[in-house]
């Protein structure tokens, strides 16, 4: 039973920084979007990613 509880508390704590990553990328999406009315979609994957990667430990 602890094992599953520990495993309970790291996916949530895994989906919460998540959330929180996501919000952050929403935020700068949106601030370079208001300055830059041009975007190149492959250094917003790089972001993505960049922010991403240290989250999920299995990928």
Partial sequence: MPDTTLLVVSLVSNVSNAV????AVTLIVTELESSLPVWNF??????????YEPLIPYW
Avoid: S
């Avoid at 929180?20 to 919000?23: G, K, P, S, T």
């Fill in 42 to 51: 492959n250094d917003l994957c790089v972001l993505f990613v960049e922010i």
């Fill in 20 to 23: 929180q990553a996501v919000f």
